[in-house]
């Protein structure tokens, strides 16, 4: 009989699988028995093939041993489809061979022998068994079977092997069957049906004396092999964020930097809440262009507008998207909601930002995310582990998010994510003087001053523009401000004269174009509003410069 191999110092195979070995620290433990399972469909295969694959070499050959599983020539015709499969390998780094014959004739008892007799006779260090389970459903009793995985798990091991015993186990089963109990690892793979679709997903149940990431992590399959994203899980480092309130950012919108004390922390996240409408994804977009245009590259995250969509918009407003995505300063990230998966996402996201080395990033919005995301725990971990993990990098952020209520009581947030930003901006609708306005103030920034007053602003081709202070006694933020009582002289007069008059009280010299946009008058009927009213002494113009300013007199 042929000596075993020297036992080699006790390492770590690595799966070379994107995303797993982060969740394995580092891999799996060599000369370990481990078992595969998961339902039909699950990737158990694929998942195999892609780890012997990626280590196999001369100096580490891999044997994959079928039973009663697929044949081994249709495997290969399936496996085909694989980058990493390499046919070059097939007979000499990898071998392949079929002993479920030989197991139906021999039965259980001689099993081990003829194993380790193809172990001996191909050296290998990987070795894998699919099905293991077919194997398994011949045993006469749970004592055979247990007798079979202890004789086999020691045979394997002193002959300097890693094995992956591949089959179709039940939960019951993996409760209940004594080789799990022997078996070094035990990886699951999971096909759970969400909405519409489904989502495959992997667990380590066990690794025996090593350190990995509980919990279900989702991956995929594509013509690459599988690729997971390991579950986001509470931020380790959030003790280690530190923002400087002493850096700011530009929002790209100069009376709201004024506002701010100039402008945001550098570094802090930012909520922008309000109603549809009320211009949350412009003033991230007012953020992210101002960034770009002193050479901070940028993100954009969005679920509803498409590349194609916003670049319109943006357009707009004079600002070319996809001139500063050819130029490496932009990366717009879209996801269907619909098909949304947290992690999966944390993930894109992740990689969009390290692509470009963004700066600035614009997540719009929670909204979309919070519907997309049944389990509202994962969805708070989802926000919790992102903006943290950008804090950390010095990455300013901006989530926009919607409140659904256009007038009346808020909520600026629901399932307490609103603690993980620093900074709070709230847009709302106001009834301005029997028409639409809107009003922004600051709510919160973290650690530093900031204005109180509750300004009017008005979104123009050139984006957001910043005016007046709102003059209201009170309810401005329920959007329904009570203002000073009109005076008896106002109450005859028609409805434009008065919101022409209205507006000049509050805002005192005024010129045409302003006071158009106050009033919501075209400039001709604006015109002749003016006109009456000069013939009635109520308003009067007053020349500035180059200007033509009006002034009530009321």
Same mark, same amino acid.
């Given at each position: 009989?042929?000596?075993?191999?020297a036992?080699?110092?006790?390492?770590?195979l690595?799966?070379?699988?994107?995303?797993l070995d982060?969740?394995?620290?580092?891999?799996?433990?060599e000369?370990?028995?481990?078992?595969?399972t998961?339902?039909?469909? *699950?990737?158990? %295969?694929?998942?195999?093939?892609?780890?012997?694959?990626?280590?196999?070499s001369?100096?580490?050959?891999?044997?994959?041993?079928?039973t009663?599983?697929?044949?081994?020539?249709?495997? =290969?015709?399936?496996?085909?489809?694989?980058?990493?499969f390499?046919?070059?390998?097939?007979?000499?780094?990898?071998n392949?061979?079929?002993i479920?014959?030989?197991?139906?004739?021999?039965?259980?008892?001689?099993?081990?022998?003829?194993?380790?007799?193809?172990?001996?006779?191909?050296k290998p260090?990987?070795?894998?068994?699919?099905?293991?389970?077919?194997?398994?459903?011949?045993?006469?009793?749970?004592?055979?079977v247990?007798?079979?995985?202890?004789?086999?798990?020691?045979q394997?091991?002193?002959w300097?092997?890693?094995?992956f015993?591949?089959?179709?186990y %039940?939960?019951?089963?993996?409760?209940?069957?004594p080789?799990?109990?022997i *078996?070094?690892?035990?990886?699951?793979?999971?096909?759970?049906?969400?909405?519409?679709? !489904?989502?495959r !997903?992997v667990?380590?149940?066990? =690794?025996?004396?090593?350190?990995?990431?509980t919990?279900?992590?989702?991956?995929?399959?594509s013509?690459?092999?599988l690729?997971?994203y390991?579950?986001?899980?509470?931020?380790?480092?959030?003790?280690?964020?530190?923002?400087? /309130?002493?850096?700011?950012?530009?929002t790209?919108?100069?009376?709201?930097?004024s506002?701010?004390?100039?402008?945001?922390?550098? /570094?802090?996240?930012?909520?922008?809440?309000?109603?549809a409408?009320?211009?949350?994804?412009?003033l991230?977009l007012?953020?992210i262009t101002?960034?770009?245009?002193?050479?901070e590259?940028?993100?954009i995250?969005?679920?509803?507008?498409?590349?194609?969509?916003?670049?319109?918009? *943006?357009?707009s407003?004079?600002?070319?998207?996809? *001139?500063?995505e050819?130029?490496?300063?932009?990366?717009?990230?879209?996801?269907?909601?619909?098909?949304?998966?947290?992690d999966?996402?944390?993930?894109?996201?992740?990689e969009?930002?390290?692509?470009?080395g963004?700066?600035?990033?614009?997540?719009?919005?929670l909204?979309?995310?919070?519907?997309?995301?049944?389990d509202?725990?994962?969805?708070?971990?989802?926000?919790y582990?992102l903006?943290?993990?950008?804090?950390?990098?010095?990455?300013?952020?901006?989530?926009?998010?919607?409140i659904?209520?256009?007038?009346?009581?808020?909520?600026?947030?629901e399932y307490g994510?609103s603690?993980?930003?620093d900074?709070?901006?709230?847009?709302?609708y106001?009834?301005?003087t029997?028409r639409?306005g809107r009003?922004?103030?600051?709510?919160?920034?973290?650690g530093?001053?900031?204005?109180?007053?509750?300004r009017?602003?008005?979104? %123009?081709?050139?984006?957001?523009?910043?005016?007046r202070?709102?003059q209201a006694? %009170?309810?401005?933020?329920?959007?329904?401000?009570?203002?000073?009582?009109?005076?008896?002289?106002?109450?005859? =007069?028609?409805i434009?004269?008065?919101?022409?008059?209205?507006?000049?009280?509050?805002?005192?010299?005024?010129e045409?174009?302003?006071?158009?946009?106050?009033?919501?008058?075209?400039?001709?009927?604006?015109?002749v509003e003016?006109?009456?009213?000069?013939e009635?002494g109520?308003?009067?113009v007053?020349?500035?410069?180059?200007?033509i300013?009006?002034?009530?007199t009321?």
């Open positions: 009989m042929t000596s075993p191999r036992r080699k110092a006790l390492g770590k690595p799966t070379n699988i994107p995303g982060s969740v394995l620290s580092g891999g799996i433990p000369l370990s028995i481990n078992i595969i998961g339902p039909p469909g *699950a990737g158990k %295969t694929i998942f195999t093939q892609q780890l012997l694959y990626s280590n196999a001369p100096d580490r050959k891999a044997l994959y041993l079928v009663l599983s697929e044949p081994s020539v249709k495997l =290969l015709h399936y496996l085909q489809r694989f980058s990493f390499d046919a070059e390998k097939v007979g000499k780094d990898v392949y061979l079929d479920g014959e030989v197991i139906r004739e021999k039965g259980l008892e001689d099993a081990i022998a003829v194993i380790i007799k193809h172990v001996q006779e191909h260090s990987l070795v894998a068994i699919d099905s293991f389970k077919a194997i398994h459903d011949m045993a006469k009793d749970p004592v055979e247990r007798k079979f995985g202890y004789d086999l798990s020691v394997l091991t002193t300097g092997v890693t094995a015993l591949i089959g179709e %039940t939960p019951e089963e993996i409760e209940r069957e080789i799990f109990a *078996a070094d690892g035990i990886i699951q793979l999971h096909n759970q049906h969400h909405g519409l679709h !489904y989502q !997903y667990n380590i149940s066990k =690794l025996r004396g090593e350190k990995y990431s919990g279900l992590h989702p991956f995929n399959i013509d690459q092999g690729k997971v390991p579950r986001i899980k509470t931020f380790e480092d959030a003790g280690n964020v530190v923002i400087d /309130g002493d850096h700011r950012v530009s790209g919108v100069s009376e709201l930097d506002m701010l004390e100039g402008g945001v922390p550098q /570094g802090s996240a930012t909520m922008v809440a309000g109603g409408g009320t211009g949350k994804t412009l991230g007012h953020l101002a960034g770009v245009a002193v050479g590259p940028g993100v995250v969005t679920f509803q507008e498409n590349p194609n969509q916003l670049r319109s918009i *943006a357009r407003f004079g600002w070319d998207l996809e *001139a500063m050819k130029e490496g300063l932009l990366v717009h990230l879209y996801s269907s909601p619909v098909e949304l998966q947290p999966i996402h944390a993930d894109r996201v992740k969009a930002v390290e692509k470009v963004a700066k600035r990033v614009l997540l719009d919005s909204k979309d995310i919070e519907i997309a995301t049944p509202k725990v994962r969805f708070k971990d989802y926000i582990a903006v943290n993990q950008f804090k950390l990098q010095g990455v300013t952020t901006l989530l926009t998010n919607e659904p209520e256009m007038f009346g009581p808020f909520q600026l947030s994510v603690f993980v930003v900074n709070v901006i709230l847009l709302r106001l009834e301005l029997g639409m009003a922004l103030s600051i709510m919160k920034v973290r530093s001053q900031h204005s109180k007053e509750i009017a602003f008005e979104i %123009t081709n050139q984006g957001i523009r910043i005016d202070m709102v006694h %009170t309810g401005v933020l329920t959007g329904v401000p009570v203002f000073r009582e009109r005076s008896q002289d106002l109450l005859h =007069l028609p434009k004269a008065r919101y022409v008059i209205e507006a000049l009280q509050e805002t005192g010299l005024t045409m174009e302003k006071l158009s946009e106050l009033t919501g008058l075209a400039p001709a009927d604006l015109q003016l006109e009456a009213l000069k009635q109520m308003v009067i007053v020349p500035d410069g180059d200007r300013t009006y002034k009530t009321l």
